[in-house]
Structure formats: C-alpha cells, structure tokens
C-alpha cells in the first residue's frame, strides 16, 4: 500500500491534479478520476493501476469531445483521431461506445447532416456523395440508403448549374455546353442528367432565341 501525501492542481492544466505517493510525485490523474481521493488515503498497485486506466479513457473521452466540437464527425474520423494521438486501441473502443451510447456519434445522423448539407450548399450527384461518404468510412449500406432517400439527381443538378451560370454569361451554345457539362461532370452528375439540364437552362437563359440553336442542333 502506498500513501497519498499531496494533491496538487497541475499549473499548465488546471484541469489535472499531480498526485505524489509517500512523498515522491506519482502521476497525474484528470480531476474527475481524483475527485474522491484524500492526502492521507492509502492506494494498492490494483486501484493505482485502475486509476490511471480510468484517466486514459477521461483524456481520450475529453480528446474526442473537442474533436466534434467543430463539426460533426463519422465514427472512422474519430477513431483515427484518436489514433493519431496514439490512445490504444482499447481506449479508443471504450471513447467511441461511450459517445455512441451518449447520441454524440451516429453515422447514420452524420451521412444526413453530410448530404443534406452538400444538397443545399453545393449540389453534386451520387457518384460524388458517395465517393466523400466512402471517405468517411462509413458502411456502404448506410450510404445507399441515405443516398436512395435524399438525393434527387435532376434537382440537385438543376439547382448546381443556376447557381453556376452567371460564369457562362455570353457563351456561344458549343462554348456553354462544355463548359456546364465540364462543370456538372465535376460534381458527380451522370451525362444521362447533365444533358437536359444544359438544355433546360440554356432555354431558361435564352427565352427569345434559345430554341432555334437547339433545334438546328437536334437536326444535324
């Protein structure tokens, strides 16, 4: 058995207290964990080596809760944040089991909150979403489904090329079909969606004389 003989606030982490056993400085344990101990208490190997195992899971806890302070995260991002700051691997399982059971991580809210946010935002199609969700990490069944009931191709289309066509002002029909076609290709747009929409908005650009260059164009 070893005494408790100071607990000591940790000047760069108040959040932290050093704890010093027979005299000698210890380890450092979160306040939360070293809530209940006293100078004077007596700690076996067992209970030390609990306490510090606790801390782990407190500082790994703490870590992921900054993490999805900024955004919300995907269960693999913060997994390989932890990762990165080298927690084991039992921690780590322990941190996100923990978030889970809390409602904090939840791939299935965070695949919503992606592509609802890229649909109002920056409109792109499935092939795009999917790729970022692949990215993610998350599960190919999570991400069909999300994309099956959130993702409207020729809407989402047509809603990226208006946003995009103040770019095109002035642009012979050749030069503007490329162009947006270029453009919604990029955004993950299958040709089968890219076409009519070019069309579509170029009649919407050219009311009065539109019709014609897309005519000739269907007779050559």
């Known amino acids: 058995m070893r005494k408790i ?3 000591e606030a ?3 982490n108040p959040s932290r207290v050093n704890i010093y056993l027979d005299d000698q ?3 450092g344990l ?5 809530a209940w101990l006293q100078v004077g208490q007596e700690l076996s190997e067992d209970k030390i080596s609990s306490l510090q195992g606790e801390d782990s899971c407190e500082v790994a806890m703490q870590m992921a809760l900054h993490f999805l302070s900024y ?5 693999e991002e913060v997994r390989k944040n932890l990762e990165k700051h080298e927690i084991p691997e039992p921690v780590i399982q322990n941190t996100l089991e923990r978030l889970q059971n ?3 991580l939840n791939d299935h809210d965070f695949a919503r909150t992606w592509v609802e946010n890229r649909n109002t935002f920056r409109p792109r199609g499935r092939r795009a979403l999917r790729l970022e969700l692949r990215q993610k990490g998350l599960d190919e069944t999570i991400i069909e489904n999300t994309l099956d009931e959130m993702t409207d191709e020729e809407s989402l289309a047509l809603d990226a090329a208006r946003k995009h066509i103040r ?3 002035g642009l012979a029909w050749q030069d503007f079909r490329n162009k947006l076609g270029g453009f919604l290709s990029r955004r993950g747009f299958p040709y089968e969606v890219i076409a009519p929409v070019t069309r579509q908005v170029w009649q919407e650009e050219h009311p009065s004389g539109g019709n014609h260059i897309l005519e000739e164009e269907d007779e050559t």
């Open 5 to 7: 003989t100071a607990i």
């Open 10 to 12: 940790q000047k760069r």
């Open 25 to 27: 400085f210890a380890f």
């Open 30 to 34: 979160s306040r939360i964990v070293a």
């Open 71 to 75: 955004r919300a995260r995907s269960l």
């Open 102 to 104: 809390a409602g904090l």
């Open 167 to 169: 770019k095109l002002k």
